[in-house]
């Protein structure tokens, strides 16, 4: 079995500099260097990085490169870019680069080029979206679609439901977007309620086409519709699905003509950016869906030719791993300024805490060591009448991510302005905080003093970009992906499978049955479980 990374002489490096690193404060550190505010930056695909206000040295980064170098971080990046099956523990390639590959390229799974067949599917999906868009595709009854409903759940909701918030402000908005998600009735009643089915598309999206959850909400709502429409064949005009089971969606009812495809190397997670965006390509158009496209392909570019030094995945990716790893932080904060992003936070949740929650290494061997962070995050300047307490003056270590543009798409007076000077406020104060001194300075009483001592030298990184447009949140997507699979080659985790879901998942299916049994159930539970389900049966549902 391979030896974990901590007994790797360059993880043993990074330990004894954190004796001396864990004292540093940021005020020193920028005190004693006038060039480090522009210094640690880093620029790549319309994102200015600045990193200097993390805890770190020339030395710190020295000796983090040399622990990305002893991880073999090139190679894996390689061999994730050529199709190689770093998915081992599901015997898959890990190709969500492929998605946004250029018409032309050659990227080959088990002997085959797949890159026409993506282009083949971006291209069915553009045309579907012309005429949806364009008025062109009628419901069963001849209207129009006005309304458009994803059934979906993790991967195949977090990704669209992020972006077409994102990027609404390019969207058309004659077309009304609905997501759900939840195996939760009051989801789909909520969903539903004020809809006409005559005008409804239903999107179903599920990667394997066996998700309970999106197939109870795509059954409730193929009889919602079939209520109102009366005749089976309405559901050819109402209901389209993406998938990578054509059986399935046949047994459903689906045409697979009305079936968008892709691959088992795509996860979940990674997969908005395939069919599984087909709601962002109804509300851009194809075009702007491609802008987005031509924003991860350019960061994949990026991750995968720039030197490390300069590699803003890589160098996020790495201070990750100094603050959970080293530091023994268990979160991270990514606060969006701009409200378009509200829903990013959440559909990094799954990207990051799916791929990296893990706690063996890929050769099975129980790590000694922090791996994935819990990444939690709201936009900007809400959070800061909220949890931003906590980080300032709680005692745990939260590092940030601030994310701002310096364009605001609806300039509204001075809102911007001041939207911005949050920001900047909020990283100069995590990382300079008020002394005692200062503090006293201002004649506060001397019990007060504490109370009012913000003790400062928490980390953040600043991303700066210029505008919020598909291109900007297509390379922002990538950005994120790239931190992650730094993270987990650093770890030596398998990233791209997610066994931990599927207990849950099995032992909800053997609930079920002994909730909905007429006759009292033989219950084989733990004593708490058993009587949960007991109490629950009692209550008459
Ligand atoms: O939660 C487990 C999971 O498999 C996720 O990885 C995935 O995104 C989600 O379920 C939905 O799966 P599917 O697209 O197959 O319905």
């Known amino acids: 079995m391979a030896e974990l990374p901590s007994k790797r002489p360059a993880w043993a490096a990074l330990q004894s500099h954190l004796a001396s690193a864990k004292n540093l404060h940021l005020r020193d550190l920028f005190a004693g260097d006038p060039g480090r505010g522009t210094r640690m930056t880093a620029e790549a695909v319309g994102i200015y990085l600045d990193y200097s206000k993390n805890r770190v040295t020339d030395e710190t980064l020295k000796l983090l490169l040399a622990l990305a170098e002893a991880s073999d971080l090139k190679g894996r990046i390689h061999a994730m870019f050529s199709g ?9 390639a890990v190709l969500h680069t492929a998605l946004r590959a250029p018409e032309g390229a050659t990227i080959t799974v088990d002997g ?22 364009s008025g062109a595709w009628k419901g069963f009854t001849g209207k129009p679609i006005k309304n458009v409903v994803n059934i979906g759940i993790g991967g195949s909701d977090l990704g669209p439901v992020m972006a077409n918030e994102a990027l609404r402000f390019y969207a058309k908005r004659e077309l009304n977007f609905r997501f759900l998600s939840n195996v939760d009735g009051t989801d789909f009643a909520e969903t539903v309620r004020d809809l006409d089915p005559a005008e409804t598309l239903f999107i179903v999206c599920s990667k394997t086409f066996t998700t309970q959850e999106t197939m109870t909400n795509a059954e409730s709502a193929r009889q919602w519709s079939l209520a109102t429409l009366k005749d089976k064949a309405s559901v050819a005009k109402h209901f389209v699905a993406v998938s990578t089971n054509a059986a399935e969606v046949t047994k459903f009812g689906i045409d697979t003509a009305n079936m968008f495809g892709f691959w088992d190397w795509v996860g979940g997670r990674y997969s908005m950016d395939s069919a ?4 962002t390509m109804l509300a851009l158009g194809g075009t702007q869906f491609r802008e987005m496209l031509a924003g991860f392909r350019a960061m994949d570019e990026h991750f995968r030719s720039a030197p490390f030094e300069k590699n803003l995945p890589v160098i996020m990716g790495l201070l990750s791993v100094w603050y959970g790893s080293f530091f023994g932080a268990e979160t991270v904060a990514v606060l969006p300024y701009d409200q378009y992003l509200k829903r990013f936070p959440a559909y990094l949740q799954q990207l990051t805490m799916e791929s990296n929650g893990k706690r063996v290494t890929l050769g099975g061997a129980e790590v000694d060591y922090q791996t994935g962070s819990v990444y939690w995050g709201e936009p900007g300047t809400n959070g800061q009448h909220s949890f931003y307490q906590l980080i300032h003056q709680g005692t745990k270590l939260i590092p940030c991510d601030f994310i701002a543009f310096c364009k605001s798409l609806n300039p509204v007076g001075r809102h911007h302005d001041l939207l911005m000077a949050n920001v ?22 001397d019990w007060l003093v504490p109370h009012k001592t913000f003790p400062g030298n928490r980390p953040s990184n600043v991303l700066l970009l210029e505008k919020l447009t598909p291109f900007a949140l297509g390379s922002l997507v990538a950005l994120y992906e790239h931190i992650v699979f730094t993270q987990g080659v650093v770890w030596d985790i398998g990233s791209f499978d997610q066994w931990g879901v599927e207990l849950g998942k099995v032992l909800a299916s053997r609930i079920v049955p ?5 006759a009292e159930p033989d219950l084989k539970h733990d004593t708490s479980t058993n009587a949960l389900i007991k109490r629950y049966r009692a209550a008459g549902r």
């Open 112 to 133: 085959k080029n797949v890159v026409p067949e993506v282009h083949a599917v971006l291209d069915a999906m553009s045309a579907f979206a012309d005429r949806v868009r």
């Open 84 to 92: 190689e099956k770093i998915n081992i523990t599901e015997n898959r």
């Open 514 to 518: 002994e909730l909905e049994a007429a």
């Open 424 to 445: 900047f406020a909020q990283a100069e104060a995590l990382a300079f905080g008020k002394t005692a001194e200062q503090v006293k300075a201002d004649k506060v009483p």
């Open 276 to 279: 599984v965006g087909l709601a």
